[in-house]
């Protein structure tokens, strides 16, 4: 069975630091995708940036990049020089397919805190 | 472009009622997916909806179902509520079933509380 398995449930970072959040991932599929979401308070899914699995480079996206490491099974997201408006969980996730539908698969979340 | 849209906010009920929620996909999006996020996890995918049919579910039980619309809109409808289903209810909308970087796109849920 596929599983994103996330280690840190909280994290502190002081203000304009670099920050990177643990995924590990498992699947025998060997087409996959990988996906960073952040969650605000507000409960909303904020989609950040996607790996697929056969891309050769890391995805990057603004502040946002993806250490992707397929042999490892760990696609680890860095935040660099973090703000005060990144405070938030954070959701590493798999798109799996399920015969015909795509469904992603949710790991269990860091909460990311931002120090001023 | 509108983006993902879910009614109510918020939603109280009580045990054994039933509930209705309701997601207006993003403009020319097919595709809608629901899940069922509890506090202090990551959401859990309980069905895919594409061209008005079921096209996926989850591990959830038949009393959750749904519906799609010809407009692309969806409802999640839950009967005989537990105080387990008390949770945020995510709704996501994608241009097809599979693939690609952008797929889903999710809307600012529904909390629903079961009393």
């Known amino acids: 069975a596929q599983k994103i398995t996330q280690t840190q449930p909280g994290m502190f970072v002081q203000e304009k630091e670099a920050v990177t959040l643990d995924c590990t991932y498992d699947?025998?599929?060997?087409?996959?995708?990988l996906f960073w979401y952040k969650q605000p308070s507000s409960g909303e899914m904020i989609f950040l940036i996607y790996?697929?699995?056969?891309?050769?480079q890391n995805a990057t996206e603004g502040r946002y990049s993806l250490n992707f490491q397929k042999a490892r099974k760990s696609a680890n997201l860095v935040i660099s020089a973090s703000q005060l408006g990144d405070s938030a969980m954070y959701f590493c996730?798999?798109?799996?397919?399920?015969?015909?539908?795509?469904?992603?698969?949710f790991g269990s979340g860091t909460r990311l805190s931002i120090r001023p | 472009e509108t983006g993902v849209t879910q009614s109510p906010t918020h939603l109280i009920k009580t045990r054994g009622q039933q509930v209705t929620l309701r997601c207006s996909s993003q403009?020319?999006?097919?595709?809608v997916s629901w899940y069922q996020q509890a506090l202090g996890q990551g959401p859990q995918f309980i069905f895919q909806?594409?061209?008005?049919?079921?096209?996926g579910r989850g591990n959830f039980p038949p009393r959750f179902s749904g519906l799609q619309f010809p407009n692309y809109s969806s409802e999640l409808n839950v009967n005989a509520l537990e105080l387990d289903d008390s949770a945020l209810y995510l709704c996501?909308?994608?241009?097809?079933?599979?693939?690609?970087?952008?797929?889903?796109?999710f809307g600012p849920g529904t909390r629903l509380t079961v009393l």
């Open positions: 996501a909308s994608s241009l097809a079933a599979g693939g690609g970087a952008n797929e889903q796109f």
């Open positions: 699947t025998s599929d060997p087409s996959y995708g």
């Open positions: 790996q697929g699995s056969y891309d050769q």
């Open positions: 996730a798999m798109r799996e397919r399920d015969s015909s539908a795509s469904k992603i698969i």
């Open positions: 403009s020319g999006h097919n595709t």
């Open positions: 909806y594409y061209r008005e049919e079921e096209n």
